[in-house]
């Protein structure tokens, strides 16, 4: 990283994420081999801003956590789905835990839900003509990473799908997070590395929420 190219202490917004990341994959610039994912929904609005800069394809990528019964801030694993492919990622660690402390049956319906959920989501926002992936490098992009759930969820789908080379690029993400993610690609860009991490908000002076329309703004061809 060059002395010009130090990450802020917090970014103005999505955009600006996006702009600083690209910088460090401008080495993807216009290669007719890779395209941008962002992961639905705060990951669009950073990935657009890299595609636009780097002259790469963009599409978005639908995500779900699901989450410890009455503890929606534990995620026990994630599901993530594009095209015709769906993966389903556990948690180590928190699965065993949430497997110990809940019954079968009430996972079930967490995962049922969120596989409603996702379906919805995809519908609404993936669309049904998604970008070819088998062979090519796949640049997976969301506004920060907490966890990392959704993230290992998408890594996998990507590598279900027969992505050449995964390269995962986030403003922000707890050590945790960076070092459960980083050994599974082939490439893993990152501004913020934390010593203190509440929320990814907190590493942002605008963090709204993104409507529908703003994510179809976003990706013109859904």
């Known amino acids: 990283m060059t002395p010009e190219h130090i990450a802020p202490n917090r ?69 993530a789905a594009y095209g015709e492919h769906t993966s389903l990622k556990y948690i180590e660690g928190v699965w065993d835990s949430a497997q110990l402390r809940f019954e079968k049956e009430t996972l079930d319906e967490v995962e049922t839900d969120a596989r409603k959920e996702l379906d919805e989501l995809r519908a609404r926002l993936v669309g049904q003509s998604v970008l070819p992936v088998a062979g090519r490098t796949v640049i997976l992009v969301d506004d920060g990473m907490a966890s990392g759930a959704t993230m290992l969820a998408a890594v996998e789908l990507m590598r279900e799908a027969g992505a050449g080379r995964i390269v995962v690029a986030v403003p922000v993400a707890p050590a945790p997070a960076h070092k459960a993610v980083q050994p599974l690609v082939d490439e893993f860009i990152c501004a913020i590395t934390p010593r203190v991490f509440h929320s990814v908000s907190a590493f942002y002076s605008r963090f709204d929420s993104l409507a529908d329309y703003e994510i179809l703004a976003l990706v013109p061809h859904l």
Do not use: C, H, W
């Not at 910088?23 to 992961?39: F, I, T």
């Open 11 to 79: 970014f103005a917004d999505r955009t600006a994420a996006g702009e600083f990341l690209a910088v460090d994959l401008q080495k993807y610039s216009r290669d007719p081999n890779a395209l941008v994912l962002g992961l639905l929904r705060g990951g669009v609005p950073v990935a657009a801003e890299i595609a636009a800069r780097l002259g790469l394809p963009l599409d978005a990528l639908a995500v779900r956590r699901l989450v410890m019964p009455e503890r929606t801030d534990i995620a026990f694993a994630a599901l």
